[in-house]
């Protein structure tokens, strides 16, 4: 079974670091793109970051570029983001996504995602 | 940076009618779009990809159409578990987006 498990939110203070992980199973994890996708409390989808199957290609929303960093480990089918400078509007349910066709430098649509992983910014 | 337009924002439709949701693009994202369901508390789920491709098991209740910036989500007879929010998404280019996404609600 395809499966994604994110982990590591938190409730953190303006300013701070947080690492979020999200593990892969049931599919060949190395040959695909993968996405974080986050939703403020009650609010919509926000695409934030995208890493493609290699890891060579990242791509970033504006809101995030320069504090928040995407990365993988293709041996731990580990997909990661380093989400620095926290503010109270990074609040959001964290979703990893998997891209639904094989790694490509264009995006995609989002074929499985996982249970998300809230991040609370507050003083 | 492409914009991605729902509407209406909520739809009140009762079991068994038939419901369009449309979802319009800034500019053109060719048939690279997708739609998604979302029902409270639980992650989004694929419903269509291109445009009128459903994702594995997908009921065939569900249809899309469109290309170019006009797109559109048919539920032709809706069930109990189709009331949830739905979001269109683009992904002709970087960046991404989604729609503000349409509640399908009982009426």
């Known amino acids: 079974e395809v499966q994604l498990l994110e982990s590591g939110g938190d409730f953190i203070e303006p300013g701070g670091s947080v690492r979020l992980s999200c593990a892969a199973s049931?599919?060949?994890?190395?040959?695909?793109?993968m996405s974080w996708v986050r939703q403020a409390p009650g609010k919509g989808l926000e695409w934030v970051s995208t890493?493609?199957?290699?890891?060579?290609?990242?791509h970033y929303a504006d809101s995030v570029r320069g504090r928040f960093t995407i990365s993988r480990d293709n041996s731990k089918n580990t997909l990661y983001l380093q989400v620095n400078t926290l503010r109270v509007e990074d609040t959001a349910v964290y979703y990893c996504?998997?891209?639904?066709?094989?790694?490509?430098?264009?995006?995609?649509?989002?074929?499985?995602w996982g249970q998300g992983t809230m991040v609370t910014v507050s003083s | 940076e492409i914009v991605m337009t729902q509407s209406p924002a909520t739809l009140s439709v009762s079991p068994g009618e038939r419901a369009t949701l449309s979802c319009r693009a800034s500019?053109?994202?060719?048939?690279?779009l997708a739609w998604y369901q979302q029902k409270p508390g639980q992650a989004p789920r694929l419903l269509m990809y291109?445009?009128?491709s459903r994702a594995p098991g997908i009921p065939a209740r569900f249809s899309g159409s469109g290309s170019g910036t006009e797109f559109s989500l048919t539920i032709s007879s809706l069930q109990s578990e189709d009331f949830a929010v739905y979001y269109c998404?683009?992904?002709?280019?970087?960046?991404?987006?989604f729609g503000g996404g349409t509640k399908v609600e009982i009426k």
């Open positions: 996504a998997k891209e639904g066709a094989l790694t490509t430098s264009l995006p995609d649509a989002f074929d499985i």
């Open positions: 049931g599919f060949t994890f190395s040959r695909y793109g």
């Open positions: 890493i493609s199957g290699g890891g060579g290609s990242t």
């Open positions: 500019q053109s994202v060719s048939s690279n």
């Open positions: 291109a445009a009128s």
């Open positions: 998404h683009q992904y002709d280019n970087w960046p991404p987006a």
